[in-house]
């Protein structure tokens, strides 16, 4: 197995845990709501790494943030909502369909063709969002 996915199992596997009936008491008491403030601070701090060109501390930071969507991962899975893999699916549909000149084949000629691409396909997909949401 790749050392990433052995990581990330891991990393999985220590957050059941650390939410688990003997796990840790703050860890168990934690809602998504009680860790926006968390989400804010570390991405602050990860902000703040990379101005100041600390790839250190931003490996470090970076972490800190992907802590986050484990932490919201398990939390949601818990509540029988989704789970870890539910997100990495949504995540991988968006990224193949929001490029459809490298997935499929619409052709771009330069950097804005891209930005103006990915503008009308994600202001089709939030349409359809709200299309969706009110029926």
Known sequence: MKRYLKEFEKLVGIMAKLRA??????????????????????????????????????EEELGDVLLQVIFHAQIAQENKNFDIADIISTLNKKLIRRHPHIFGNYKVKTVKDIEVMWANIKAKEKKQLRITSDE
Request: aromatic share 10%.
């Open 21 to 58: 009936k003997n796990g840790c008491k703050w860890d168990k008491e934690q809602t998504h709501k009680s860790l926006i403030k968390y989400l804010f601070e570390e991405s602050s701090e990860l902000k703040t790494a990379i101005a100041k060109k600390d790839f250190k501390n931003m």
